[in-house]
């Protein structure tokens, strides 16, 4: 779908589940590090793309007490919310308030230590959490009326756009033609497909502000864009506002309310307008155009792409 690795991560104080981590993944999907602790972690993160998954353990240091969730974990999920975090741990008997009490936190999965350390298995966890975390907001702002066709465009683009693609990788992640993509966009009372995945870079980047622990210049290059100014123009555009102010606000609950004020604005479109859109936004094909104008819309001049 995106080429390039995928960032994993890895923290963990039990030396045999790392080895076995770094024999799994050799030769996979992932481009992993391994860091020595909390600290080092935490100064890393903001720079860490959102595509990347960190395999923690959840576990403070041996202490007199016995095993205590290590408080540095929730620290820095205040932090970093937006971060997909896999806490790797033993499942032993009494641990399930611990398992709530993770969740809670804000981790993403959790993937038991001798259980699920085989390589099926945890490639399987490892894939599982893939654009969770923009799934997840989305999922939860969406209205139920949303159709189940609309809903595999979106969060296949949430996914899409959290591993850093671009307008065609949303077709292959689909296994489907552009034009396939167009005409279900079409049918879902979607924007334009070009459109949509703008929007999920837009939303992205929104889920970002909300980590207290990230500039806006971090984001922006997480995100794709080439500098904070080309973030800002970006969210002038989709939002009337800059990244400031909208961090002020909430960014993601703005954002969102935004998104959904054009879905329903979508829905009201005739056939004309929505391909007067989609050539809008720079995502036909000559021969898509040409079509078009048999049918007497006039292309307009090609616009500059809006994920440049």
Known sequence: MVSGPRPLIVMHSNSAFRERVRRITHNSAFEISFLPDWETLRALLPETP??????????????????????????????????TVIAAMELLPGRSHDVRTLGEWGVTEILSIGEEDTQEAMTRRLRAAQGRPLQNLLQRCLPSTVSARARTLMMTAAEVVSLGGR???LARALHLSERTVLRWSER???????????????????????????????????????SDSSLRRAMQDFLGTIPTTLRREGAFAHASSKFLEELEEVKSWGKEKWKERTLEDGRVTRRQRMRLKLHGIIPPPRKRELDD
């Open 167 to 169: 307008g065609r990788d």
């Open 50 to 83: 959102p595509a990347a998954l960190l395999l923690v353990d959840p576990y403070s240091p041996i202490v007199r007490e016995g095993p205590q969730l290590a408080q540095e974990l929730r620290a820095l999920l205040w932090e970093f919310p937006s971060a």
């Open 188 to 226: 879902a009372a979607l924007p334009p497909p070009r459109r949509l995945m703008a929007w999920m870079r837009i939303l992205l980047a929104a889920s970002l502000l909300d980590d207290p622990g990230r500039t806006v210049l971090s984001v922006a290059y997480a995100c794709g864009y080439s």
